[in-house]
């Protein structure tokens, strides 16, 4: 069962609008996500029930997904869920005296994905609570890169 929740957050000084420009632009995803290497929104832009392809990568592991986007407030959130496996991801802003809290996480409902998931997860990527650690330490990567690129413009 994989966990139903993992977040993480940072803060970042950098205006809520700053902040946005850069999650929500999906195409822009590949320079942040250590797994997710490329997006492709069709259609071009990015905005609610937008469809987006996905190349993933472990190693020498490389799997495409789909998505819609299932939220999308400019300056405060916007998630997209996989088609594969029923997750959510998505990010949260928050406005602090200093500038932004982001938030990233990924939802599970009931802590479920699909079967299918869960036996690739199984059986080529370690077990289902070793991959969701990885998925969080790559959340706190993503992160880094998105406060090191917000501070910086």
Request: net charge positive; proline share 5%.
């Amino acid at each position: 069962m994989a966990a139903p929740l993992i977040e993480t957050s940072t803060d970042i000084e950098a205006t809520p609008e700053k902040v946005w420009s850069i999650v929500s632009d999906l195409a822009r995803m590949g320079e942040w996500s250590p797994q997710c290497r490329k997006v492709v929104v069709r259609g071009g832009r990015t905005r609610l029930g937008a469809k987006t392809i996905n190349v993933n990568k472990r190693g020498l592991l490389v799997w495409p997904t789909t998505a819609t986007v299932t939220r999308f407030e400019p300056d405060r959130q916007i998630a997209y869920r996989i088609t594969e496996n029923r997750t959510e991801w998505g990010f949260e802003i928050t406005p602090t005296d200093r500038g932004v809290t982001l938030t990233e996480r990924r939802v599970a409902k009931n802590g479920k994905t699909t079967a299918a998931s869960a036996f690739l997860i199984g059986k080529f990527m370690g077990g289902t609570e070793p991959f969701d650690d990885e998925l969080a330490e790559g959340m706190r990567e993503t992160l880094v890169k998105i406060k090191a690129a917000a501070e910086r413009g």
